[in-house]
């Protein structure tokens, strides 16, 4: 019996399952690699665990470990193709109880009282939303890149999802 309370993460890996979720980047091992509704920088993305677990450290080791490396493997797969000078990894879990890890490619043009602040220091309701459209490029060169490194699992789409 399942006890944890659903989330928008459960919605999304299931959207994602379905070949239904326009934000989906990749499929890696241990989850989804997807970009951010909210794209407050260029390219911001996160990894959902497939399945969805409260926590990291509800994960045993080896499903840890994936996990982690799988965040690492985005964000090398990121900082290739958006030229982005670091990348800023995060795991909270505050607002939405499941686990996830925000990947932020931080940019050597972001405004100058942004370029060392933290990701949380944007606006991220004033933020350009995430449109496949305008992404596809990115979207493909990340991919590109997950899948040169060996990493990317092969996916299916349903006809119309609009991905």
Request: charged share 20%; hydrophobic share 45%; aromatic share 8%.
């Amino acid at each position: 019996m399942n006890t944890q309370t659903e989330t928008a993460i459960h919605r999304q890996v299931a959207a994602a399952r379905a070949g239904k979720d326009p934000s989906v980047i990749a499929r890696l091992a241990s989850g989804w690699a997807v970009f951010g509704a909210s794209q407050f920088v260029r390219g911001y993305a996160l990894l959902l665990p497939d399945p969805v677990v409260p926590t990291l450290n509800a994960l045993g080791t080896q499903e840890r470990t994936q996990f982690l490396l799988d965040m690492s493997h985005l964000g090398d797969a990121l900082l290739k193709a958006t030229g982005a000078v670091r990348i800023n990894y995060a795991i909270f879990g505050n607002l939405e109880p499941a686990l996830h890890a925000h990947v932020v490619p931080r940019h050597a043009d972001e405004p100058e009282p942004l370029r060392t602040a933290h990701p949380w220091a944007y606006d991220w309701d004033a933020a350009p939303r995430f449109d496949r459209t305008a992404y596809r490029e990115l979207a493909d060169a990340v991919l590109r890149e997950l899948a040169r490194m060996g990493v990317a699992k092969p996916m299916r789409f349903e006809p119309g999802a609009n991905v």
